[in-house]
């Protein structure tokens, strides 16, 4: 399931931090961080399409961040989550690149639902590269909810396994992440993945997301190539 091509991993998994970080730094307001984030998101998204990664996960927005900050930031990554969607949507399209969302879009904004109904229609069955948009998303949230759907599907005990939970997860008929990018010099998991990167690879890079570029993702990448991955042998 999770094999790779002349050690290149199938589905990449990445933590973008750094971005008011970054955008202090140089004076700038928070939403100009996630502005400069989201440019940096297009560039890795085609530079995955040229090193042929199967999957690119992003976590783009937790559970946390909503709670956490304030209304008209999380408002403005919204909107350039929207913004970037419709410029890319053609280009997306005729490249075969499939865009998902994992999480609870339930409580979102209208028009942020709107947007991921557009969003889930590009390249539906056949894609080369699918880009996972972690939205509203909490890896603890994710697995409550999955029990919850359990129950009341009426799931018995003695049928209750990996195989069984992972139908319910968000991440159902996709690998489990072979490679998990931290970037902004964080070394925790930040609620992320956290059933399905339980052996991943990690890789923890001292720069800002707005300054992680693909350069830096091929040195990773080469990085992820070297390692012995023995998944508990």
Same mark, same amino acid.
């Not at 971005?19 to 440019?39: F, Y």
């Not at 559970?63 to 989550?81: C, M, P, Q």
């Not at 419709?86 to 399209?93: A, S, T």
């Not at 994710?142 to 992972?166: C, D, F, H, P, Y």
């Given at each position: 399931?999770n094999e790779?091509?002349?050690?290149i991993?199938?589905?990449?998994?990445i933590?973008?931090?750094g971005?008011?970080r970054?955008?202090?730094?140089?004076?700038?307001t928070?939403?100009?961080g996630?502005r400069?984030?989201?440019?940096?998101l297009?560039?890795i998204?085609?530079?995955c399409q040229?090193?042929?990664?199967k999957?690119l996960?992003?976590?783009t927005?937790?559970?946390?961040?909503?709670k956490?900050?304030?209304a008209?930031?999380? /408002?403005n990554i &919204? $909107?350039l989550? =929207?913004e970037?969607v419709?410029?890319?949507?053609q280009?997306y399209i005729r490249?075969?690149?499939k865009?998902?969302?994992l999480?609870d879009?339930d409580s979102?904004?209208l028009?942020?639902?709107?947007a991921i109904?557009?969003?889930?229609s590009?390249? /539906?069955?056949? &894609? $080369?590269?699918q =880009?996972n948009l972690?939205l509203?998303?909490g890896g603890r949230?994710?697995?409550i909810r999955?029990?919850k759907?359990m129950?009341k599907e009426?799931?018995?005990s003695s049928?209750?396994n990996?195989?069984?939970l992972?139908?319910?997860?968000?991440t159902?008929?996709m690998?489990?992440p072979?490679? =998990?990018i931290?970037?902004?010099?964080e070394?925790?998991i930040?609620?992320?993945?956290?059933?399905?990167?339980?052996y991943?690879?990690f890789?923890f890079?001292?720069?800002?997301w707005?300054?992680?570029?693909?350069?830096?993702l091929?040195?990773?990448?080469?990085?992820f190539g070297k390692?012995?991955?023995?998944r508990?042998k």
């Amino acid at each position: 399931m999770n094999e790779q091509t002349n050690n290149i991993p199938k589905h990449i998994a990445i933590i973008m931090d750094g971005n008011r970080r970054w955008a202090k730094k140089r004076n700038l307001t928070p939403v100009q961080g996630h502005r400069a984030g989201a440019d940096t998101l297009k560039k890795i998204v085609e530079h995955c399409q040229k090193r042929k990664i199967k999957y690119l996960t992003v976590y783009t927005l937790s559970t946390e961040n909503i709670k956490n900050r304030s209304a008209e930031e999380v /408002k403005n990554i &919204f $909107n350039l989550l =929207v913004e970037m969607v419709r410029e890319k949507k053609q280009e997306y399209i005729r490249e075969k690149v499939k865009l998902n969302i994992l999480g609870d879009i339930d409580s979102l904004p209208l028009f942020v639902k709107r947007a991921i109904k557009e969003i889930v229609s590009i390249n /539906k069955d056949r &894609f $080369n590269l699918q =880009v996972n948009l972690a939205l509203n998303y909490g890896g603890r949230d994710e697995i409550i909810r999955a029990i919850k759907q359990m129950v009341k599907e009426g799931v018995k005990s003695s049928q209750v396994n990996e195989k069984t939970l992972g139908r319910y997860l968000y991440t159902l008929n996709m690998p489990d992440p072979d490679f =998990v990018i931290i970037t902004g010099g964080e070394y925790r998991i930040s609620n992320f993945l956290l059933w399905q990167s339980s052996y991943s690879e990690f890789y923890f890079s001292k720069h800002f997301w707005p300054d992680f570029s693909p350069k830096k993702l091929d040195a990773a990448i080469a990085e992820f190539g070297k390692r012995e991955r023995r998944r508990g042998k």
